[in-house]
């Protein structure tokens, strides 16, 4: 039996039932052995005393072989054995025969004056035969030695056979009832060890993704003490990479974004001091390409932050940081002939999460939904309480997603085929990647009436009091 995939503790129930009905088996055969060597004995007993019985009854006194067996004492072996009972007296030499003259001979070692039982088949039966000898005195008429007489008495099985079921019927229950105690204890007791793990699981289930402090180890028993271990440096080594990753981050914010400023701000000087013509139209292509690439640059370290960074949660209104943001935004749609709009179904909305990695999240939603909508669109970003959780949306009437491009959207580098040039594919990767560290989704679908596109970010929340919505357009 494999351990891959399976449940310990089934296992362990598994494995001991199978031993314990294993070993009840092979009690049971003793049991068995044992049952049918008491009941011979006890019956083999019995056909001893009728031998005797017999043996006191045989004379010689006239000179030939005599028995006197009245029916009552023939009646009276009867009663043990539960069925028929046959003898048979006989001469050595087989000139003298009386009873059941056809029962099967006795063993040539029979030995003088000990009886001798054995199983033996007659007239299609089978029968318990015992057989005995002793030597005749005073000897029969004719006879210069002394002959011995053999006497045999045989019965049938069945009293027996009863009685050896009867006591194997005893052990087989007793033995059921023994491992149902047995395999209820064992299932009892490995639950009770197990407990430990369990609970072990699920404090770790319980924690948030960035607690990798490490787990106590004497809260465990001795044997899971070497998983407990190796998980704890595991995690030693992932918060050692994380750190890394954070640091890194940190130095390549710094070492990328201040070349790119200074290269804007020369670019700007050279735009005021260029005169018209085609080194001018050379640097203003330049401004928008350094443009492009700072976008670019600063949305892959949006991606790595939402990825790496510590997740410093915050208690905050969500209500309030996205009209904001919202409000922040209204030049650029102004801009672009874009009705942007906020709205919300409770007026607040308490979260625990990180603000700055949420306005990066929601930043992106409203930057593609600007750029990818036409002039006299609608783009409106709004707030709701889904009960578990709180929705934050961003829809619009644009172009939208073709519903084969839905699935893939918020992977990395993604671009729709209405995808204009110049954008980098990492918007809606960094809205899922800053769902998913908070332990929320990302949901893509077709906007309102089927138009455009709406990006819902499903957030879990403190519960709070909401009352009449509100709303604000720009």
């Known amino acids: 039996m494999t351990l891959r995939g399976a449940s310990l503790r089934r296992t362990l129930v598994v494995v001991l039932a199978v031993g314990m009905v294993l070993a009840s088996g092979i009690g049971l055969w003793g049991a068995w052995r044992t049952a049918a060597a008491a009941a011979n004995a006890a019956y083999d007993r019995s056909l001893a005393g009728a031998i005797k019985a017999i043996d006191a009854n045989i004379s010689t006194s006239s000179g030939g072989l005599g028995v006197e067996l009245p029916y009552t004492m023939l009646e009276f072996f009867e009663l043990p054995a539960g069925g028929a009972v046959y003898f048979r007296v006989a001469s050595e ?10 029962l099967p001979p006795p063993d040539a070692t029979l030995i003088n004056g000990r009886p001798r039982f054995r199983d033996a088949r007659y007239h299609d039966q089978l029968v318990r035969l015992g057989s005995y000898t002793r030597v005749l005195d005073p000897p029969l008429a004719g006879h210069v030695d002394k002959p011995r007489v053999i006497i045999q008495v045989a019965e049938t099985l069945s009293s027996r056979q009863d009685f050896t079921r009867a006591l194997l019927l005893e052990a087989v229950t007793r033995n059921a009832l023994l491992v149902a105690l047995a395999l209820a204890l064992m299932a009892a007791a490995t639950g009770w060890a197990l407990r430990p793990l369990a609970r072990l699981s699920a404090e770790v289930q319980a924690r948030s993704p960035e607690d990798l402090t490490p787990i106590p180890e004497d809260a465990v028993p001795t044997e899971a003490r070497p998983l407990v271990a190796a998980i704890n440096h595991h995690m030693a080594r992932h918060q050692q990479a994380s750190e890394a990753r954070r640091r890194f981050v940190d130095d390549a914010s710094h070492q990328l974004r201040t070349p790119l400023t200074t290269l804007v701000t020369q670019v700007d000087f050279a735009l005021r001091e260029a005169a018209p013509g085609p080194v001018r139209e050379a640097l203003q292509a330049m401004r928008q390409q350094l443009d492009e690439a700072t976008r670019q640059v600063n949305q892959m370290l949006a991606l790595a932050r939402a990825d790496a960074a510590d997740l410093d949660r915050q208690t905050v209104d969500l209500v309030a940081l996205a009209r904001e943001l919202t409000r922040a935004w209204w030049p650029r749609a102004r801009a672009a002939a874009i009705d942007l709009g906020f709205e919300s179904g409770v007026p607040l909305l308490t979260v625990s999460l990180n603000p700055t990695l949420l306005r990066e999240a929601l930043a992106n939603l409203v930057h593609n939904a600007l750029r990818y909508t036409p002039a006299g669109s609608h783009v409106t970003v709004r707030v709701d309480d889904a009960g578990a959780e709180a929705v934050l949306a961003v829809l619009d009437d644009g172009p939208g997603l073709a519903p084969d491009e839905l699935p893939h959207a918020s992977e990395r580098f993604f671009r729709g085929r209405h995808a204009r040039a110049g954008g980098s594919g990492l918007g809606l990767a ?13 949901e893509l679908a077709p906007g309102p009436g089927g138009r455009g596109l709406a990006v819902r970010l499903h957030l879990p929340h403190a519960p709070a009091a909401a009352s009449e919505a509100g709303s604000i357009t720009g």
């Open 430 to 442: 960094i809205v899922r990647a800053v769902a998913e560290r908070h332990g929320g989704r990302l």
């Open 93 to 102: 030499d087989g000139l003298v025969e009386i009873g059941n003259t056809d």
